[in-house]
């Protein structure tokens, strides 16, 4: 297992004593220790260069208002694609959730000559399980599609999912239910990603995961895709932060040894230290590039 002392970039020291002090206590308000983080980067990707990107907005991959994407194009697209996929708990969040994230992470791709996708999808209560997964696999064909148009290389796909996202990242990898097992896709990153379905008191989220996984816990063994790791042998990178919305660290880590245990060999694991569920996606394009180069490495890897 890798473990990285993360610098936590160019933030002031004021705000890095703030992340400090709210790394430990970080289940006990996490909609405002992540309005603390989001604040804390804000003022750093409104500074941070965008040179030779071009970025074109709502781009659909489907019929419904949710189902577009954001095309970032880089000025020497070297043919990698990312796909990236945010969290919000199944029933909310949004591909730019401020004026600065989630673009910052897709600009920082392109920016490296990474085609970039920032992926908008449905939310329960309307689309529940298995519509994210759904979503997800609809963009992944949108862009084996029309990412060659742009500079992209159909063959070099890689998801990356966040939290929820990383939900239906993993499912579209893993599930059988849904089918696809990471059809198109060179390679999966998932981070911080909730890829088991529980109600334990222990889970912040308990309330919005029954709400997209349905009312019969009974079912939820079978719909986590933690428990179907042995269907894909799809390469696979799993992040965590140090300081995670509850469970979601100990969730990945069991995924790591699952897929361990059906390939023999241990996937990719990272551990990035002083960061938490916000801060890191947050610190993309910054001066802090620890888990952006990682990444990148990863799908080096892959050629």
């Known amino acids: 297992m890798a473990q990285f002392v993360a610098p936590m970039s160019n933030l002031p020291a004021a705000a890095q004593a703030r992340m400090a002090a709210i790394g430990p206590l970080w289940g006990s308000d996490i909609p405002g220790h992540g309005d603390l983080v989001k604040e804390a980067y804000a003022p750093l990707h409104r500074a941070a260069p965008s040179d030779g990107v071009a970025v074109t907005l709502d781009l659909p991959y489907g019929a419904h208002p949710r189902q577009v994407l954001d095309l970032y194009r880089p000025r020497t697209p070297n043919g990698d694609v990312v796909l990236f996929v945010h969290g919000g708990a199944f029933v909310r969040g949004d591909k730019t959730i401020n004026d600065t994230m989630y673009a910052n992470v897709l600009t920082w791709f392109a920016r490296q000559g990474v085609q970039g996708l920032n992926v908008e999808y449905r939310l329960a209560p309307e689309a529940a ?148 569920h916000v801060s890191i996606m947050a610190h993309f394009n910054t001066d802090e590039e620890t888990l952006g180069r990682e990444m990148l490495d990863f799908f080096a890897t892959l050629r």
């Open 129 to 276: 399980y298995p519509a994210g997964a759904e979503d997800v696999g609809a963009a992944v064909a949108w862009a084996a599609a029309h990412c060659a148009q742009h500079g992209g290389n159909p063959q070099r796909l890689f998801l990356i999912g966040h939290s929820a996202g990383g939900t239906h990242a993993a499912s579209y990898a893993y599930d059988p239910a849904v089918g696809a097992f990471g059809r198109h896709l060179a390679g999966l990153v998932l981070v911080s990603a909730r890829v088991r379905a529980d109600l334990l008191p222990e889970n912040p989220n308990a309330g919005p995961t029954k709400v997209y996984f349905g009312d019969d816990p009974a079912r939820y063994e079978q719909r986590s895709p933690v428990n179907h790791a042995a269907f894909s042998d799809l390469p696979v990178m799993i992040v965590n932060a140090e300081f995670e919305n509850p469970l979601l660290d100990i969730y990945g880590l069991e995924l790591a040894y699952r897929i361990a245990l059906a390939r023999r060999r241990a996937p990719r694991y990272l551990r990035l230290t002083r960061h938490n």
